[in-house]
């Protein structure tokens, strides 16, 4: 059988010794559509960033088709959330797409053509080409998202991981957004998105996690989807084991 | 001879060459670094680091007289003394934010006073020690060019060489970690180490132009030149470019003034003049600039009020000519060239007579519009060309409004009167391929509001 795209095992992940991820275990399976959701400050963003190395684990392993992330770390394409950077920087849309390419241009070489046409391609096809050389503060909240798209497909990944790609936007970037999503999915790629509109989780993802500090459930959508597991993940019972984690917490720093 | 005599006359002495050397090349590096410290949000840094330097200053001091043979100022111990301070001080305020819940803004402050107010101990300790050039440290304080040595010169060539050589390798990598650090990181681009050279490299900086600008003002330095270009540009490079520029010009007009006025520091000169550049940036900046701003509104105010005249005058031409734009009866442009009375056209807009006047010398100046008499003019072929235009993107608006917008008839009433400041060119341009067929067939009426 094919390794799962993505496997964490009992990972932790702690803000001043505050677990923010607890004991986390999650395995996506190749060429689906994953979402992740939970309540509001249950860890989701960090759960991904940790994944990805971003900010540091306490505990626990990530592997990626199987390997370690750093042998791979080519095959797969981070979107981070929009508020995270600066959108007064001084830059062009077409150069946030370009960046998606500056590993592979590598270092002290400069862009050629050949990129800058990689780029505008993925711009295409995102409905964003007309707006290529806008400063990107000056695109709508949409646009923005869809620019961050373009950066990611233009890496040719296998696996992209979006952090609440479907906040904040119009009607056609979530139609464009779930376009390219199947498309990805047909070319065998597999998504794994962070979202927290519960209404649409059925429509849009096949596999499908809840998490809320840990996770509650992880498997395919008709499976996890049920009443009695989101009951789990946002009915509040989850109070003590918070409660729980964080005299862990306490204990950990006065040991450190 | 005599041209190499010439020349040599024109050039500033040697002393002051080395001078203008060492603070263009300090206005280069700061300006450069600079950008990057403003991306990263740690411009304040720089202030931090600067003010931390001084018990680096007065201790370096205190050891070298009581340590070396030939008391004063020994510019490597001072040197060493500054750069192990400001680097305390950033580690001081890395401590403080990893590991306790103050936030960034706070440990600066907190940095920056406590190694200043130490500072300020050693130094007093050092005046009272009646040590002989103990007041050349004020230099250190506000700034002095006039006692820059070649070798001091040479470093902050040095230290531009590096900042450019730096930002030209790796502007990729360091466009890549301004922007989206953890993208950067995802991507396997260098980060972490690109991180540490680029806040090394500001802190050697810093410490560099201490004595030239004094340690008190080396932060406007880092900070204004990146705000001054970003008044200006929405590029990178082009950013990159203003900012080493300000930084450059504004180092070398203050050092000229230093140098040319007594008791001037050449700090506060240096400052003055880069905060110079940044307030006409202010005003005329082509991107955020005030002036810039109020003229791009009164440019659009003026064609608007232009356009609204224009239409005035079309409706009521249609209107002897019974005919109705794009109704497929013929338009007849020779009658279209009448006279017509200014007052009776226009009577609907409640236009004070200074705006009236305006509009028409606007329109007058621009060719549209030719007075024949007192009160009366007639169109030119151009002004009728704009007319026809003006009137036709405004129904064209209208009409979208209502067909494709949804928004009531009554309502689009509202929107009507701003139409021309909100349709663009670009705009009008999508209007007519919306409507190109219709447009084709001439099927447009008369303000479709009315009807």
Same mark, same amino acid.
């Given at each position: 059988?094919?390794?799962?795209?993505?496997?964490?095992?009992?990972?932790?992940?702690?803000?001043?010794?505050?677990?923010?991820?607890?004991?986390?275990?999650?395995?996506?399976?190749?060429?689906?559509?994953?979402?992740?959701?939970?309540?509001?400050?249950?860890?989701?963003?960090?759960?991904?960033?940790?994944?990805?190395?971003?900010?540091?684990?306490?505990?626990?392993?990530?592997? @990626?088709?199987?390997?370690?992330?750093?042998?791979?770390?080519?095959?797969?394409?981070?979107?981070? %959330?929009?508020?995270?950077?600066?959108?007064?920087?001084?830059?062009?849309?077409?150069?946030?797409?370009?960046?998606?390419?500056?590993?592979?241009? #590598?270092?002290?070489?400069?862009?050629?053509?050949?990129?800058?046409?990689?780029?505008?391609?993925?711009?295409?096809?995102?409905?964003?080409?007309?707006?290529? #050389?806008?400063?990107?503060?000056?695109?709508?909240?949409?646009?923005?998202?869809?620019?961050?798209?373009?950066?990611?497909?233009?890496?040719?990944?296998?696996?992209?991981?979006?952090?609440?790609?479907?906040?904040?936007?119009?009607?056609?970037?979530?139609?464009?957004?779930?376009?390219?999503?199947?498309?990805?999915?047909?070319?065998?790629?597999?998504?794994?998105?962070?979202?927290?509109?519960?209404?649409?989780?059925?429509?849009?993802?096949?596999?499908?996690?809840?998490?809320?500090?840990?996770?509650?459930?992880?498997?395919?959508?008709?499976?996890?989807?049920?009443?009695?597991?989101?009951?789990?993940?946002?009915?509040?019972?989850?109070?003590?084991?918070?409660?729980?984690?964080?005299?862990?917490?306490?204990?950990?720093?006065?040991?450190? | 001879?005599?041209?190499?005599?010439?020349?040599?006359?024109?050039?500033?002495?040697?002393?002051?060459?080395?001078?203008?050397?060492?603070?263009?090349?300090?206005?280069?590096?700061?300006?450069?670094?600079?950008?990057?410290?403003?991306?990263?949000?740690?411009?304040?840094?720089?202030?931090?680091? #600067?003010?931390?330097?001084?018990?680096?200053?007065?201790?370096?001091?205190?050891?070298?007289?009581?340590?070396?043979?030939?008391?004063?100022?020994?510019?490597?111990?001072?040197?060493?003394?500054?750069?192990?301070?400001?680097?305390?001080?950033?580690?001081?305020?890395?401590?403080?934010?990893?590991?306790?819940?103050?936030?960034?803004?706070?440990?600066?402050?907190?940095?920056?006073?406590?190694?200043?107010?130490?500072?300020?101990?050693?130094?007093?300790?050092?005046?009272?020690?009646?040590?002989?050039?103990?007041?050349?440290?004020?230099?250190?304080?506000?700034?002095?060019?006039?006692?820059?040595?070649?070798?001091?010169?040479?470093?902050?060539?040095?230290?531009?060489?590096?900042?450019?050589?730096?930002?030209?390798? @790796?502007?990729?990598?360091?466009?890549?970690?301004?922007?989206?650090?953890?993208?950067?990181?995802?991507?396997?681009?260098?980060?972490?180490?690109?991180?540490?050279?680029?806040?090394?490299?500001?802190?050697?900086?810093?410490?560099?132009?201490?004595?030239?600008?004094?340690?008190?003002?080396?932060?406007?330095?880092?900070?204004?030149?990146?705000?001054?270009?970003?008044?200006?540009?929405?590029?990178?490079?082009?950013?990159?470019?203003?900012?080493?520029?300000?930084?450059?010009?504004?180092?070398?007009?203050?050092?000229?003034?230093?140098?040319?006025?007594?008791?001037?520091?050449?700090?506060?000169?240096?400052?003055?003049?880069?905060?110079?550049?940044?307030?006409?940036?202010?005003?005329?900046?082509?991107?955020?600039?005030?002036?810039?701003?109020?003229?791009?509104?009164?440019?659009?105010?003026?064609?608007?009020?232009?356009?609204?005249?224009?239409?005035?005058?079309?409706?009521?031409?249609?209107?002897?000519?019974?005919?109705?734009?794009?109704?497929?009866?013929?338009?007849?442009?020779?009658?279209?060239?009448?006279?017509?009375?200014?007052?009776?056209?226009?009577?609907?807009?409640?236009?004070?007579?200074?705006?009236?006047?305006?509009?028409?010398?606007?329109?007058?100046?621009?060719?549209?519009?030719?007075?024949?008499?007192?009160?009366?003019?007639?169109?030119?072929?151009?002004?009728?060309?704009?007319?026809?235009?003006?009137?036709?993107?405004?129904?064209?608006?209208?009409?979208?409004?209502?067909?494709?917008?949804?928004?009531? %008839?009554?309502?689009?009433?509202?929107?009507?009167?701003?139409?021309?400041?909100?349709?663009?060119?670009?705009?009008? %341009?999508?209007?007519?391929?919306?409507?190109?067929?219709?447009?084709? %067939?001439?099927?447009?009426?008369?303000?479709?509001?009315?009807?």
């Amino acid at each position: 059988m094919k390794a799962p795209v993505l496997e964490a095992n009992h990972m932790t992940v702690c803000y001043d010794k505050k677990p923010a991820v607890w004991e986390a275990s999650m395995s996506v399976p190749a060429g689906c559509l994953a979402g992740i959701i939970g309540p509001n400050g249950a860890g989701k963003s960090t759960f991904l960033k940790a994944v990805l190395g971003i900010i540091p684990r306490t505990s626990g392993s990530v592997s @990626f088709f199987g390997e370690p992330y750093k042998k791979v770390k080519q095959r797969v394409a981070y979107v981070p %959330q929009r508020e995270s950077v600066d959108w007064d920087y001084p830059i062009s849309a077409r150069e946030v797409v370009l960046m998606g390419l500056y590993k592979s241009i #590598g270092l002290f070489r400069r862009k050629t053509k050949e990129h800058v046409l990689q780029a505008e391609e993925a711009l295409d096809r995102v409905g964003m080409l007309d707006y290529a #050389g806008r400063q990107i503060g000056e695109l709508s909240g949409g646009q923005q998202q869809r620019v961050f798209l373009a950066r990611a497909l233009v890496q040719k990944a296998d696996l992209y991981m979006m952090d609440e790609p479907f906040a904040g936007i119009d009607a056609t970037t979530e139609k464009v957004i779930l376009e390219l999503m199947q498309e990805l999915k047909q070319n065998g790629s597999t998504v794994l998105c962070v979202h927290h509109d519960l209404p649409t989780v059925a429509d849009y993802f096949d596999h499908l996690s809840l998490l809320n500090l840990h996770v509650v459930a992880s498997g395919p959508i008709d499976e996890v989807f049920t009443k009695e597991q989101l009951m789990k993940c946002y009915g509040g019972r989850l109070e003590l084991l918070t409660k729980l984690t964080e005299s862990l917490g306490r204990l950990e720093a006065l040991k450190a | 001879m005599s041209l190499a005599f010439a020349l040599s006359d024109l050039l500033p002495p040697h002393n002051l060459r080395v001078v203008y050397l060492g603070v263009i090349s300090l206005g280069i590096a700061t300006g450069l670094l600079g950008c990057f410290l403003l991306f990263r949000k740690r411009s304040l840094l720089s202030d931090t680091v #600067g003010h931390a330097t001084l018990p680096g200053v007065a201790g370096g001091f205190l050891l070298s007289s009581m340590f070396s043979d030939f008391a004063g100022k020994n510019f490597l111990a001072l040197f060493v003394g500054s750069l192990l301070f400001g680097w305390l001080s950033v580690q001081a305020v890395q401590f403080m934010v990893r590991h306790t819940k103050l936030r960034q803004d706070a440990a600066l402050a907190i940095s920056l006073t406590g190694f200043y107010g130490f500072g300020v101990v050693l130094l007093s300790v050092v005046q009272k020690s009646g040590l002989p050039d103990a007041s050349g440290l004020e230099y250190y304080l506000y700034g002095m060019v006039a006692s820059m040595v070649e070798a001091e010169s040479w470093m902050l060539f040095g230290a531009a060489t590096v900042a450019s050589v730096l930002t030209a390798l @790796f502007l990729k990598e360091l466009n890549a970690l301004c922007f989206d650090e953890g993208f950067t990181q995802t991507q396997g681009l260098p980060h972490r180490w690109l991180d540490q050279a680029l806040m090394t490299v500001s802190l050697v900086v810093a410490i560099v132009g201490l004595q030239t600008v004094g340690l008190l003002l080396i932060m406007a330095l880092f900070i204004i030149p990146p705000s001054t270009a970003r008044l200006w540009t929405n590029d990178l490079k082009t950013t990159l470019l203003l900012s080493a520029l300000t930084g450059a010009l504004g180092a070398f007009a203050g050092a000229l003034l230093s140098a040319n006025i007594p008791h001037l520091p050449a700090g506060a000169s240096i400052i003055l003049a880069t905060s110079l550049l940044f307030f006409l940036s202010l005003l005329f900046g082509k991107r955020k600039g005030i002036l810039t701003r109020y003229l791009q509104f009164y440019t659009i105010e003026k064609r608007l009020a232009q356009n609204q005249f224009l239409r005035a005058v079309f409706d009521n031409l249609e209107g002897q000519q019974q005919v109705r734009l794009f109704c497929g009866l013929a338009f007849s442009r020779k009658l279209a060239l009448t006279e017509f009375h200014i007052a009776d056209t226009i009577a609907k807009r409640n236009w004070s007579s200074q705006k009236r006047a305006r509009i028409i010398t606007s329109l007058k100046n621009a060719g549209s519009l030719e007075i024949t008499a007192a009160g009366r003019a007639t169109l030119t072929e151009k002004g009728l060309d704009r007319a026809i235009e003006a009137a036709k993107t405004h129904r064209l608006t209208e009409l979208y409004l209502m067909n494709h917008a949804e928004i009531a %008839q009554k309502n689009v009433h509202q929107f009507v009167e701003r139409i021309e400041e909100i349709t663009t060119p670009e705009i009008a %341009q999508d209007l007519r391929a919306i409507f190109k067929q219709k447009l084709q %067939q001439e099927l447009i009426p008369l303000e479709p509001h009315e009807r």
